[in-house]
C-alpha cells in the first residue's frame, strides 16, 4: 500500500509546547498553488502504487477554507486515477469546528478526523495556549457526530510538570465519556516536560489501565483504538511502506532506502521548493526496521530480515532483555510488553548493532 501526507503549516497562534513547522498567518493562496504544481511533479514517486490513504496535517489544515482543502484532496484523486481513499484523515483543532466546516468535510470526502483537544482542564489549555476551552472541544466532538462523523481520535498531553495524576485521570475520564474510536497521547518533551520520570510513567500507566478497562487496544507506543480503528496511514509509517510527503517540511520515503524532504520554510517552498534526501545504509535500515516495529504491539517477524540484518541483531542482547521482562519473543517474533513500553526507546536501541554493552 501507499499513502499521500499533505502538511498545512498555518496556525492561528503558537502553542507553547509545539515544534512543527507552522507559521501564524492566513496567506495560504500560493501555498496552495505550490502544493498543486508538487503533486503533479512527483506523482510518480510512488512507481504506480495507488494511495489507499490520505492524510491532511498540520500546522492546522482546519484554519483553510474547506473548498481549498477540497481542491487538493480533488487533485490527489484525479493525479493517482483514485476514486476515493479507504482512509482520509484531517487534523482539526476544536474552535475551528462548525456545523457547516464539518459538513464541508465530510463532503470533501474525509472519513476520519483527529481532534486536537491536548487537554480537558481549562487551565492547562491556557497554559498551553491553546484557543479552546475543554467545553469547546465537548461541543467541537459533538458537532463532529452531527456531521456524520464516526471515525474520531483525540490528541492527549501528559507527561508536563503542571499535571498532577488527578489531572490525567479526569481528562481521561472526560475523552472516554466522548467514546471516541482512537486516542493518541502524547508525552510533552523538551523544556516543559516533567523531569519527575516516576511521574510520566504513573501517568503512561493509569493511561494503558483506563483506557484498556474501557475496550480500546494499545496498538503502538502513543496510540490506542476501539478494534478496527487504528489508523491505517500511521500504521504504514510503521510499517516501512511508502509515502509521499507534499508541503513544506514534508518528508516522503519510497518503501526501501529513499528518505526525502522538502525544507520547512513556507516561502522557500512556493518559490523554488528546496529540499534534500538520503539514501539509508544497511545499517540505518535494520535500525529503523528495529525502531518502527517495536514501537507496535504486534513487535517483529525476525524472520522477515534479510540474512545479514539477523546476523546484525544481538542475539545476546535480546536473550538478555527476554530474561529480564522487556521482551517477549514468541516464535520468530520479539515484541515489548505493554509493561515496558514506556521505556521502548531504550530497549529498542540495546538491539541497535553498534550499541556496546
Ligand atoms: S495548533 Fe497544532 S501545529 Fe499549531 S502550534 Fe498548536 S500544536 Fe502546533
Given at each position: 500500500?501507499?499513502?499521500?501526507?499533505?502538511?498545512?503549516?498555518?496556525?492561528?497562534?503558537?502553542?507553547?509546547?509545539?515544534?512543527?513547522?507552522?507559521?501564524?498567518?492566513?496567506?495560504?493562496?500560493?501555498?496552495?498553488?505550490?502544493l498543486?504544481?508538487?503533486?503533479?511533479e512527483?506523482?510518480?514517486f510512488?512507481?504506480?502504487?495507488?494511495?489507499?490513504?490520505?492524510y491532511?496535517?498540520?500546522?492546522?489544515p482546519?484554519?483553510?477554507?474547506?473548498?481549498e482543502l477540497?481542491?487538493?484532496?480533488?487533485?490527489v484523486r484525479t493525479?493517482?486515477?483514485?476514486?476515493d481513499?479507504?482512509?482520509?484523515?484531517?487534523e482539526?483543532?476544536?474552535d475551528?469546528?462548525?456545523?457547516?466546516r464539518?459538513?464541508?468535510?465530510?463532503s470533501?470526502?474525509?472519513?476520519?478526523?483527529?481532534?486536537?483537544?491536548?487537554?480537558?482542564?481549562?487551565?492547562?489549555?491556557?497554559?498551553m495556549h491553546?484557543?479552546?476551552t475543554?467545553?469547546?472541544a465537548?461541543?467541537?466532538?459533538?458537532?463532529?457526530?452531527?456531521?456524520?462523523f464516526?471515525?474520531?481520535?483525540?490528541?492527549l498531553?501528559?507527561?508536563?510538570?503542571?499535571?498532577?495524576?488527578?489531572?490525567?485521570?479526569a481528562?481521561?475520564a472526560?475523552?472516554?465519556?466522548?467514546?471516541?474510536e482512537?486516542?493518541?497521547?502524547?508525552?510533552?518533551?523538551?523544556?516543559?516536560?516533567?523531569s519527575?520520570?516516576?511521574?510520566?510513567?504513573?501517568?503512561?500507566?493509569?493511561?494503558q489501565?483506563?483506557l484498556?478497562?474501557a475496550?480500546?487496544?494499545?496498538?503502538?507506543?502513543?496510540?490506542?483504538?476501539?478494534p478496527?480503528?487504528?489508523?491505517?496511514?500511521?500504521?504504514?509509517?510503521?510499517?516501512r511502506?511508502?509515502?509521499?510527503?507534499?508541503?513544506?517540511?514534508?518528508?516522503s520515503?519510497?518503501?526501501?532506502?529513499?528518505?526525502?524532504?522538502?525544507?520547512p520554510d513556507?516561502?522557500?517552498?512556493?518559490?523554488?521548493?528546496?529540499g534534500?534526501?538520503?539514501?539509508?545504509s544497511?545499517r540505518?535500515?535494520l535500525?529503523?526496521?528495529?525502531?518502527?516495529?517495536?514501537?507496535?504491539?504486534r513487535g517483529?517477524?525476525?524472520?522477515?530480515?534479510?540474512?545479514?540484518?539477523?546476523?546484525s541483531?544481538?542475539?545476546?542482547?535480546l536473550?538478555?532483555l527476554?530474561?529480564?521482562?522487556?521482551?517477549?519473543v514468541?516464535?520468530?517474533?520479539?515484541?515489548?510488553?505493554?509493561?515496558?513500553?514506556?521505556?521502548?526507546?531504550?530497549?529498542?536501541?540495546?538491539?541497535?548493532?553498534e550499541?556496546?554493552?
Amino acid at each position: 500500500m501507499a499513502g499521500v501526507y499533505v502538511h498545512f503549516p498555518f496556525c492561528a497562534t503558537r502553542c507553547i509546547y509545539c515544534d512543527f513547522y507552522a507559521r501564524v498567518g492566513k496567506d495560504w493562496k500560493p501555498y496552495i498553488e505550490a502544493l498543486l504544481t508538487e503533486l503533479s511533479e512527483r506523482k510518480d514517486f510512488l512507481k504506480g502504487v495507488p494511495p489507499t490513504t490520505l492524510y491532511f496535517g498540520g500546522g492546522t489544515p482546519s484554519l483553510l477554507p474547506a473548498g481549498e482543502l477540497a481542491r487538493v484532496a480533488d487533485a490527489v484523486r484525479t493525479t493517482f486515477g483514485v476514486s476515493d481513499f479507504e482512509e482520509f484523515t484531517l487534523e482539526v483543532n476544536p474552535d475551528d469546528v462548525t456545523a457547516e466546516r464539518a459538513a464541508a468535510w465530510r463532503s470533501m470526502g474525509a472519513g476520519r478526523v483527529s481532534v486536537g483537544v491536548q487537554s480537558f482542564c481549562d487551565t492547562h489549555l491556557r497554559w498551553m495556549h491553546r484557543r479552546h476551552t475543554a467545553a469547546e472541544a465537548v461541543t467541537a466532538v459533538e458537532t463532529l457526530r452531527r456531521a456524520g462523523f464516526d471515525n474520531l481520535s483525540l490528541d492527549l498531553i501528559f507527561g508536563f510538570t503542571e499535571l498532577s495524576d488527578d489531572d490525567w485521570a479526569a481528562s481521561i475520564a472526560a475523552a472516554l465519556a466522548l467514546r471516541p474510536e482512537h486516542i493518541s497521547c502524547y508525552q510533552m518533551m523538551g523544556r516543559l516536560a516533567d523531569s519527575d520520570e516516576d511521574r510520566c510513567r504513573r501517568q503512561y500507566a493509569l493511561l494503558q489501565e483506563r483506557l484498556s478497562a474501557a475496550g480500546y487496544r494499545q496498538y503502538e507506543v502513543s496510540n490506542y483504538a476501539l478494534p478496527g480503528y487504528e489508523s491505517r496511514h500511521n500504521s504504514a509509517y510503521w510499517a516501512r511502506e511508502p509515502y509521499l510527503g507534499l508541503g513544506a517540511g514534508a518528508h516522503s520515503f519510497d518503501g526501501d532506502r529513499l528518505r526525502c524532504w522538502n525544507t520547512p520554510d513556507i516561502d522557500a517552498y512556493a518559490a523554488s521548493r528546496p529540499g534534500g534526501e538520503e539514501r539509508l545504509s544497511d545499517r540505518e535500515v535494520l535500525e529503523e526496521k528495529l525502531m518502527l516495529s517495536l514501537r507496535t504491539v504486534r513487535g517483529l517477524d525476525l524472520s522477515s530480515l534479510t540474512d545479514p540484518e539477523l546476523g546484525s541483531v544481538k542475539k545476546a542482547t535480546l536473550e538478555e532483555l527476554s530474561r529480564a521482562g522487556k521482551l517477549i519473543v514468541e516464535g520468530s517474533r520479539i515484541r515489548i510488553p505493554e509493561g515496558e513500553l514506556f521505556v521502548s526507546d531504550w530497549i529498542i536501541s540495546r538491539l541497535f548493532p553498534e550499541h556496546t554493552a
